[in-house]
């Protein structure tokens, strides 16, 4: 008798939110979460527009890769070398995929350019925090628009729209 159907490898179903976007995934309760990010990106396809997911088809299907995803659940960011059974992940759970996105930020009073990684998930207030600290830029009382619009320090980039390649600027 085959050994592996006597002992089969315990699994959970999880579900994989991605802005709305709801997939469902097999994984072994063992998987450590890279290993689930590379399942996320190998099997699952969302429908999105240059907006972001589409959730009434038809839309561009388009799967997230691996280095670019932060997962999430219940308020915890999963860590890469953990497993989903040190997490205690039960069937059924949602776990939040964010995807990492370069943006440009134009900061105009100091005449400067930059580019940064951060998530969707990442607020406005979380982005300019990244722009201090990384490079030195005093940001109190500066405010980021997009497109002739000043975005809420508490809003979302992905909330705001902001997709990869976006051009941010600082002003104030």
Not at 89 to 101: Q, S
């Amino acid at each position: 008798m085959d050994p592996d159907v006597m002992n089969p490898v315990p699994t959970v179903e999880i579900k994989v939110n991605w802005q709305g976007a709801i997939g469902t995934l097999v994984v072994p309760y063992s998987a450590r979460i890279i290993e689930v990010k590379l399942l996320i990106s190998q099997t699952l396809t969302f429908p999105v527009t240059a907006d972001g997911p589409d959730l009434s088809w038809p839309g561009i299907v388009v799967p997230i890769a691996a280095d670019r995803q932060e997962l999430s659940w219940e308020g915890l960011v999963l860590e890469d070398q953990l497993t989903v059974q040190s997490y205690n992940i039960p069937a059924n759970a949602t776990i939040l995929v964010f995807n990492k996105i370069k943006v440009g930020i134009s900061i105009v009073a100091n005449n400067l350019y930059c580019e940064v990684f951060v998530y969707h998930g990442t607020t406005v207030g979380e982005l300019k925090a990244k722009i201090h600290a990384d490079y030195g830029v005093d940001v109190a009382h500066k405010v980021v628009r997009k497109e002739n619009r000043n975005l809420d320090d508490r809003a979302t980039l992905w909330s705001a729209r902001v997709v990869e390649g976006t051009v941010l600027l600082l002003l104030g």
